[in-house]
């Protein structure tokens, strides 16, 4: 079976257990290792004999947009934007240039969920240089008013209805629908209002009170001993505060923020022309790991864009020929979703697919079928690493009990998955 690029699984990144990973090439099982350290930094290795390259992911817990407080919502992605935007006394251009020269690539700052995170690859033999570089933007960024202005400016550009990414447009409306009355709902980049008011010295205090070594989970993969990852801790994060420990301030209940009564949503966009957007999306709530096992391999049966069964009836009609899925875990609660491009006069016929399709699978799925696909993720979830660029997808997957999930599991999840649907439209006609 050749799964959906498509089909992403957005699953926590940063794994705090040691478990088993069968490496091909070495013929011989890997583990996820706790190392202990002097700094008391929850850190994890994999080691792996891939040559001079280490990858490493830090994350910061609960200091992502959902957890900024009301008047500062947004402050997050403001961080994550201005963090490395400038190191030192470098502008941007000369800081992108210095990064390269250290050996850092492809450096990632992602603070849109629950947490905040960075990850990047480094040479080993610059490590220790390239780290000591990179350590200041922890504790004492640098970035004039200039800066903040810019970047608070950024944003709400972005979703300004008349000019943002349908897909995200969408994909916001959708939140409000799945998610009233909770953060999870709110914007994910903040509004206009919200940024309008972060400062300088809230963006200073942000980074005093969230990087902090109690709040912070570092992995590191590579050819490295434990002597090694101790000097890169110490190279990078030597400086930050030991802090407090930051609990979930959400409530673990969130049977109190029912989806939305209201079923659909419309967004009026001119410049689509004849074509609508639809986004249909569904919520459920605290999944473990065996049921978010049964969610990935009911989605990927369902609607694999090669094979899925969704996906081959919306051909069959001549409705729609790709179909965007997705699904999103975070911390509280996880989130299914896919999108279509219609003609606008097929849109009746398309709500009526969708709503017997998603009747049927309720009710009644195609076991044979979801076997098959258990068994393909089962097997390659156990062959390891094809390279260190796809280990957390790697780790992810061995995550996951994919070889222990009884038939009526499916049935079970597949009952609350798609109990109450919400659906986002957006196109020319809508403003008619």
Not at 6 to 31: D, G, R, Y
Not at 142 to 157: A, G, I, M, S, W
Not at 173 to 181: D, E, I, S
């Amino acid at each position: 079976m050749r799964l959906s690029r498509k089909i992403t699984i957005a699953l926590i990144l940063i794994i705090l257990v040691s478990t088993p990973i069968f490496f091909s090439k070495e013929k011989s099982f890997l583990k996820i290792t706790e190392i202990s350290n002097s700094f008391g930094i929850k850190t994890n290795l994999v080691r792996i004999k891939n040559g001079n390259v280490v990858y490493v992911k830090c994350r910061f817990k609960y200091a992502g947009v959902f957890h900024n407080p009301a008047e500062k919502h947004g402050i997050s992605a403001v961080v994550a934007e201005l963090l490395c935007r400038k190191i030192g006394e470098l502008s941007p251009e000369e800081t992108t240039e210095k990064l390269k020269n250290q050996g850092i690539e492809e450096l990632s700052i992602h603070a849109l969920g629950d947490h905040l995170s960075l990850s990047f690859y480094v040479l080993k033999d610059k490590a220790v240089d390239a780290l000591n570089f990179l350590a200041p933007v922890f504790t004492q960024p640098k970035f004039t008013r200039n800066d903040l202005e810019f970047v608070k400016n950024k944003y709400p550009t972005i979703l300004d209805p008349k000019t943002a990414d349908p897909e995200q447009l969408m994909f916001d409306k959708l939140l409000q629908l799945l998610y009233p009355n909770h953060n999870y709902g709110l914007n994910r980049t903040g509004t206009a209002e919200a940024l309008s008011s972060v400062t300088e010295s809230d963006v200073y205090q942000f980074v005093r009170e969230n990087f902090t070594k109690k709040k912070l989970t570092v992995l590191f993969c590579g050819d490295l001993s434990v002597f090694e990852t101790e000097s890169f801790l110490k190279a990078l994060f030597s400086q930050l505060p030991v802090g407090e420990d930051m609990p979930n301030l959400f409530p673990e209940d969130l049977t109190k923020y029912p989806v939305a009564e209201q079923k659909d949503l419309i967004i009026p966009r001119e410049h689509l022309g004849n074509v609508l957007g639809v986004m249909c999306g569904m919520r459920l709530d605290k999944l473990n790991a065996r049921e978010k096992a049964a969610l990935q391999i009911i989605i990927t049966t369902l609607f694999d864009d090669t094979t899925g069964d969704f996906c081959e009836g919306l051909r069959k009609k001549q409705l729609a020929y790709a179909v965007e899925a997705k699904i999103l875990h975070r911390s509280l609660s996880s989130i299914f979703y896919f999108s279509v491009y219609i003609r606008e006069n097929d849109l009746a016929e398309y709500k009526k697919y969708v709503e017997e399709k998603i009747s049927s699978y309720q009710y009644k799925l195609n076991i044979k079928h979801l076997k098959r696909t258990r068994e393909y993720f089962s097997e390659t979830s156990q062959k390891g690493f094809i390279s260190i660029r796809n280990i957390e997808e790697q780790i992810k997957n061995h995550q996951l009990p994919f070889t222990q999930l009884p038939d009526e599991l499916f049935l079970q999840v597949a009952r609350r998955l798609f109990e109450k649907i919400k659906i986002v439209y957006i196109g020319k006609v809508f403003g008619e």
